[in-house]
C-alpha cells in the first residue's frame, strides 16, 4: 500500500504542530510578565518614535530603492570580473563594457524621465 | 478543341468571376456585372463540354482523368493534392451544372434586374458555381469537402440575401446549423477513412475498398453511415430536411440552382461516389433505401397541404431527393444519377416558371391570390405545364424514364424491404402528381383571385431574358429523358456510360434480368398512379370546385373546421383534408407539426439550450475576484498532483 | 584560484534577440531625448527591429547549435516559433500606431516592453535549462503586466494589470517551486540531464510533484482550464493591440517551453501525463468554446475563443509525438495571424475608447464597411476552422496528428469543439450581414493605413496559408522535437 510511505510526513507535521503549540502554550503559562509603558513602546534603535509608522510612504522610496539594487547588482557582476580581469582578456573587458553601456542608458532613460529628482 | 488538361479553367472561371463581382463590383455598372457573371459562368460551361466530348472520345475503360494542381497538405504519412478528376460520373454532374447554372446566370439578369446589392448577389452565385464545381471535380475527400463546405456558406449567404427580413435570416441559419450536423459526420467519416486506407484520394481508397474492409463490418457501415449523414444534411433528407422549406426566402433562382437542381443533389453525389464503400455495407444501403422512400412520401404528402409556391416546389424537391436516395440503396446508382439530370431539368424549370409568376404577380407568393395566369402568361404556362407532366411521369417526359427506372429498380432490388419501398414510393408518385396538378390549376387555370388591383392590372409576361432559359429548360425536359433509351433491354446509353464507374468487383455490371411483359406491367402503374393524380387534382380545382361544398354540407366535424375557417381560402383546407384525409392528418397534424417543429427543432435548440446553459454556468464561475481566481488555481494543481500520482503508483 | 573559464558563446545565434534589446533600447533613448514629433515613428521603428530580427531568425533555419554551455539551443523548433514571435510583435507593433495615438499611450515605452516580451519569449523557446527558461518566463511576464496597464486612465486597464500581476506571480511561484524540485530529485537544471536522470525516477513523489507544478506554471501561461481564471478579464481589459500580442506569441512561447520540457525533461514518464495533458486539452476547449457561447462582447468572446485555441493546441502535446509538436508550432503560426488579422478589426469597429465591442455594435457593419466586414468574416471563419482558411489546414494537420497515434477520442472531441465555435463565430457574422443597424450613433468607420495594412497583410497569410499551406507545413515539420 502506497500510502505507508506517507506515514513518516503525517508524523512529521503532527510533530511540527505539537513542538510550536507546546512552545507557545509553556511560554504563555509559565513566563513571568511585566508590564510597563517603555517595554510596551516599538523600538527603533533607541530613538522615540514620531510618527505612526501605518503611513504612506512617497513611491519614489521604491524607485530609488530598485534602482539601488540594480547598481548593487551590477558590482556584483564587476566585483569577479575585476578579479579574473586578466584570464578574460580583451572578450571578457568588451563584454563588461557593453554591460555598463547597457546599464548606463538605463540610468539616463532614468534620469532624464526625471525620476531621481525628489520633488 | 481545348483537352482535359485545361479542365482546372471550369472552376477557376467562375472563381474570377465571383472575385470580380466582389471586390470592385459596385463600382461596375448593372451592365457589367452580369456580363462578367454570365460570361464566366458561359465559358466554365464551354470548357466543361470540351471535357465531355474528350470524355467521350476516350475508351471506356480509360475515361478517368485526373489533374494534380499542386500538392496541398502533406504532413507524416497524409497528403492532399489539389487534383481535379474528371470521368463519366463527374462528367455528367460537370454538364449538369454548369448547363443549367449557366441558364439561371441568363435567368437572374431579369428577375435580380430591380434588386439592391446586385453586385453581391452575383459574386455569391458565382463563389457558389466554383464552389459546387470543387465538390465535382475534386479528385479527394478534403476536396470535396472543401466544396462541401463552400457551397453550404453560399446557399446560407443566398438564403439570408434578403437579410431586412427576420425570417430570411433565421432560413439562413437554421440552414447553416443543420447543413453544419451532417458535415461533422461528413468530416468524421473523412478521418476515419484515412485512418483505415493511409489516404483520401479516391483512386487509392475505393479499388481497395473491398480488400481492406470486410463486407457489412463496423468500419464500412461506421464511415458509411456518416457519410450518409452528411448526404441528409446537404440533401434535406430526414431527419435534417426542415431547412429546405425555409431556405425558399431566397431569391427565387436561388431556390431553383441551389435548393433544386445542383447544391441538394451534393449527397446523392456522394454516396454515388462512394458506391465502393456503400456496396460493402448492407446496412446502411437498407437504411439509405429506407430513409429516400419514406422522404419520398412524407415531403410528397406535405406538399399536399402548402399554399406559398415555393414551398410546395421546395417539399416536391425533398420529396424528389428522396427518390434519388431510394435509387442509390437499392443499388442503382445510375438510375440515381438519371434522375438527378432529369430533376434538375424540369426542377429548374419549375422553380423559374413560379419565379416569373412571382415576378408577374407584383411578388406574391400565395397561390391563394393567383388563378388564371395561363392566359396572360402563355410562355411561363407553356413550360410550367410540360416540367409538370414531367415531374407527374408522363411519358415521354424525361420525368417519366428516370422515375420509372428507380420504380423498377426498388421492386428488383435486393435491399431488404425493397417491395415496402417500392409501394411508398409509387404512392408518392400518385401524391407528386396530385399537388403539382393543384398548383398548376391553381395558378394557371379558373380566375384570378388577387384582391389588390395594383397586382390584378400588373400581370405580365416576363421578358424574354427569363423566358428563354425557361424555353431551353423545357425543351431539355422533353428531351432529356431519351438518353434512358432503350431501357427495355436493360443497358442504355447513359448507363453504359456510367457503368466503370459503378462497377463491383464480384458483381456482374449487367442490367436487370426481368421480362419486357413485368417491366411494362410496372411502367402501366407508375404511369397509372400519375395520371390518376392529375385526374384526381383535376376534378377538384378545375371541373367542380364545388363538389367540397357538397362534402361541407354533410355537418359533422367538417362543419365544426369550416366554421373555424372562416375566410375564403377554407375551401383548400377541405378539400385537402377530404381528399387525402388519412394522410394529411398524419402529416400535418401530426408529422408536419410534430416531428418537424417538436422533434427536429426541438433538438437544435436543445442543443443550443444546453450549451448557452453549460455556458451561463461556468461563466459564473468568473466572479472577477482576484482570489477565487488563486482559489480555482489551487484546487486545479491539487487535482492534479492527485490524479498524477494516482497515474503512477498504478503502475 | 582557479580562473573562470568562458563558456563556448555562438554570438550569432542569438542574433535575433540582440537586435530586439537594441531595438528596445534605441526606442527608449528616442522616448526622453526625441521631440514630440519623433514618436511618430516609433511604431515604424518597432516594425522594422522584428523584421530584420525575423529575417535573421529565418536566416537561422536548418542551423542547429547548443551554447552558452548547454543552456540556450538553437535549433528548427526554436527558429519556427521565433518567427512567430516577430509576426505577432511587428503586426502589434503595426496595429499600435494608430490606437496608440489615439488612446495616448504611443511612448517608447509602450513598444519597447513589446519588444522586450519578444526577446523573453525567445529565450523561452531556445532555452534549454531550467533556469533560462524561468528567466525568459519572467522577462516576458512583467513586460506584458506593463502593457496590461498601459492605458493607465482606464480603470478596466488597471485591473487587468493588477489581476495579471498578481495571478502571475503566483503561477511564477509554482512554476519556480518545481523547478526547485525537480532539481532536488534529479541534482540538475539542465532539460536533457533530467531527462537521462527521470527514467531512474519512476514514481519518485518529490520529482512527480516538481512536475506537476511546472505543469501549473506553464498551464497558467497558455491559459487551460482550470487554470484560465485570468484570461477573460486580463484579455477584456487590456488595450486591444496588447491583447492581440498576449494572445499570440507569448502564448505560441509558453507552449514552446512546454513542448520542449516535456519533451526533453520528462519523455520517460510519458505513460503518465500524456493522460494529464489529454484532460487539460478536452476541459480547455470545451470551456472556452462553451463559455463562449454567451458572451455579449466581442473582445471577450476573443478571449474565451484563445482559450479554446489553447485547448486545441494542448492536443498536439498530448500525443507527444514529433508531428504533434510541428503541428502545435504550425497552428500557432496560423493563429498569430488570424487572432491579430481578427483584433486588428475589432480596433477598427470599436473606434476611440474601445467603447464599441458589443456584438450589437457590429450590426450593419456589412453595409457601412463592406471591407472592413468582409475582411473580419475571412478572419472568424479561419478562427472557426472553415476550408480553406489557414484555421482550416492548422486543425487538420493538428487532429490529423493526433489520429496518426491512435488518439481518436481527442480528435472527436476536437471536432466536436469546433464545431459548438461555429455558432459564436457566426453570430458576428450574422450582426454584421443580416441585422440592420439599430439607429444608435456609432463612430464613422475609418480605417488608417497602418490598419489596413495589418489587415490585408493578415487576410492575404490566412488565405494562402489555407490554400498552399503545403510548403509551410514542411517547415514546421522540420521544427519537430523528438518525444
Sequence with gaps: MILNQYIPVILMMLVAAGVAVAVLGLAEFLGPKVVFREKMEPFECGENPIVSPKQRFSVRFYLIALMFIIFDIEAVFLFPWAVNFQALGLFGFVEMMIFVFILALGLAYVWKKGALEWE | MWGLEHIWWVPILPLIGATINGLVGHLLSKRAVGVVAVGSTGLSFLVALAAFGNILGLAPDQRVYESVLFTWIQAGSFTAEAALQVDPLSAVFLMVVTGVGFLIHVYSVGYMGHEAGYPRY????????????????????????????????????????????????????????????????????????????????????????????????????????????????????????????????????????????????????????????????????????????????????????????????????????????????????????????????????????????????????????????????????????????????????????????????????????????????????????????????????????????????????????????????????????????????????????????????????????????LELLLMGVSVGMGVLGILTARYYYSVKPEAAVELLNKGGMIKSIYTLMQNKYYVDEIYDALIVKPIVAVSDKGLWRFFDVKVVDGLVNFAATFFMGLGSMFRTAHTGLTRSYAYAMVFGGVFLAGFWLFLSSGK | MTPIKIPSIALDAIGPEMVLTATAMVLLMIEVFADKKGRDHLGYIALGGSVLAGALAYKLSGVSVTTFGGLYVVDNFSTFFKIIFMISAGLTALISVKYAQDEGINHGEYYAMILFATVGMCVMASARDLITIFMGVEVMSIALYVLAGMTRTREVSNEASLKYFILGAFSSGFLLYGMALVYGATGTTQLQAIGKAAGLLTGNPMFIAGAVMMTIGFAFKVAAVPFHMWTPDVYQGSPAPVTAFMSTGPKAAAFAAFLRVFAEAFPAMKEDWWVIIWSLAVLTMTMGNVVALVQNDVKRMLAYSSIAHAGYILVGLAVASPAGSSGAAFYLLVYAFMNIGAFALLIVAAGKGERTTTYQDFSGMGRRSPLTALALTIMVFSLAGIPPTAGFAGKFYLFMSALEKGFVWLAVIAVINSVVSVFYYLKLVVYMYMRDEDGEARPEISVAAPLAVAAVVTVCAVMWLGVMPAKYIDFAKSAFLPF
Design chain 2, 122 to 517: 452575383f459574386a455569391y452565385l458565382n463563389l457558389f458555381m466554383f464552389s459546387m464545381l470543387l465538390l465535382i471535380l475534386g479528385a479527394n475527400f478534403l476536396l470535396m469537402f472543401i466544396g462541401w463546405e463552400g457551397v453550404g456558406l453560399c446557399s446560407y449567404l443566398l438564403i439570408g440575401y434578403y437579410y431586412e427580413k427576420q425570417s430570411a435570416s433565421d432560413a439562413g441559419k437554421k440552414a447553416f446549423v443543420m447543413n453544419r450536423i451532417g458535415d461533422f459526420g461528413f468530416l468524421l467519416a473523412i478521418m476515419w477513412i484515412f485512418w483505415t486506407f493511409g489516404s483520401i484520394d479516391y483512386t487509392t481508397v475505393f479499388p481497395v475498398a473491398h480488400d481492406k474492409l470486410a463486407l457489412g463490418g463496423l468500419a464500412v457501415t461506421g464511415i458509411t453511415l456518416l457519410l450518409f449523414l452528411g448526404a441528409t444534411g446537404k440533401s434535406a433528407q430526414i431527419p435534417l430536411y426542415t431547412w429546405l422549406p425555409d431556405a425558399m426566402e431566397g431569391p427565387t433562382p436561388v431556390s431553383a440552382l441551389i435548393h433544386a437542381a445542383t447544391m441538394v443533389t451534393a449527397g446523392v453525389y456522394m454516396v454515388a461516389r462512394c458506391n465502393a464503400l456503400f456496396n460493402l455495407a448492407p446496412m446502411t444501403m437498407m437504411i439509405v433505401a429506407l430513409i429516400g422512400a419514406t422522404t419520398a412520401i412524407f415531403a410528397a404528402t406535405m406538399g399536399l397541404y402548402q399554399f406559398d409556391i415555393k414551398r410546395v416546389l421546395a417539399y416536391s424537391t425533398v420529396s424528389q431527393l428522396g427518390y434519388m436516395f431510394l435509387a442509390c440503396g437499392v443499388g442503382a446508382y445510375v438510375a440515381a444519377v438519371f434522375h438527378v439530370m432529369t430533376h434538375a431539368f424540369f426542377k429548374a424549370c419549375l422553380f423559374l416558371g413560379s419565379g416569373s409568376v412571382i415576378h408577374g404577380m407584383s411578388g406574391e407568393q400565395d397561390m391563394r391570390q393567383m388563378g388564371g395566369l395561363g392566359k396572360k402568361m402563355p410562355m411561363t404556362h407553356a413550360t410550367f405545364l410540360i416540367s409538370t407532366l414531367a415531374i407527374a411521369g408522363i411519358p415521354p417526359l424525361a420525368g417519366f424514364f428516370s422515375k420509372d427506372e428507380i420504380l423498377l429498380s426498388a421492386f428488383l432490388g435486393h435491399t431488404p424491404g425493397h417491395l415496402l419501398y417500392w409501394v411508398l414510393a409509387t404512392i408518392a408518385a400518385a401524391v407528386t402528381a396530385f399537388y403539382m396538378f393543384r398548383l398548376y390549376f391553381m395558378t394557371f387555370t379558373g380566375e384570378l383571385r388577387a384582391e389588390d388591383h395594383h397586382v390584378r392590372d400588373h400581370v405580365h409576361e416576363s421578358p424574354n431574358v427569363m423566358t428563354m432559359p425557361l424555353v431551353i429548360l423545357a425543351g431539355l425536359a422533353v428531351v432529356g429523358g431519351f438518353l434512358g433509351l432503350p431501357m427495355i433491354e436493360g443497358g442504355h446509353a447513359l448507363k453504359n456510360f456510367l457503368d466503370p464507374v459503378f462497377a463491383q468487383p464480384g458483381h456482374a455490371a449487367g442490367g436487370h434480368d426481368v421480362s419486357v411483359g
